[in-house]
Nanobody, 122 residues
Framework: QVQLVESGGGLVQAGGSLRLSCAASGGSFSNYAMGWFRQAPGQVREFVSVISWRGITYYADSMKGRFTISRDNAKNTVSLQMNSLKPEDTAVYYC????????????????WGQGTQVTVSS
């Protein structure tokens, strides 16, 4: 059973940056694709970014050039560096894990964290 714990959320002004982290335990982290998703109030949960077990990255179009995902297999962590934040980036951000290959689909993920709140003020 994989457990995921997100951290790093908070309140930031538009144009600012935040770095989210997700610590994994209980599984073979290096074998998992790690994804980030987000859910704004009243909205469906949406894909943000994913990094495969081999380090291949994929981003939602609206995050390209602003967000960077990375992983540290030695520390069992995945991070999401978010720059040039906009008010519309306000959401709860979730870390998720699935075996090996990356996917932008929520239903493909087996494990989820509890989420961390990101609020971007205008």
């Amino acid at each position: 059973q994989v457990q995921l714990v997100e951290s790093g959320g908070g309140l930031v002004q538009a144009g600012g940056s935040l770095r989210l982290s997700c610590a994994a335990s209980g599984g073979s982290f290096s074998n998992y694709a790690m994804g980030w998703f987000r859910q704004a109030p009243g909205q469906v949960r949406e894909f943000v970014s994913v990094i495969s077990w081999r380090g291949i990255t994929y981003y939602a179009d609206s995050m390209k050039g602003r967000f960077t995902i990375s992983r540290d297999n030695a520390k069992n962590t995945v991070s999401l560096q978010m720059n040039s934040l906009k008010p519309e980036d306000t959401a709860v951000y979730y870390c998720a894990a699935r075996n090996l290959y990356y996917s932008p689909n929520l239903s493909d993920y087996d494990y989820w964290g509890q989420g961390t709140q990101v609020t971007v003020s205008s």
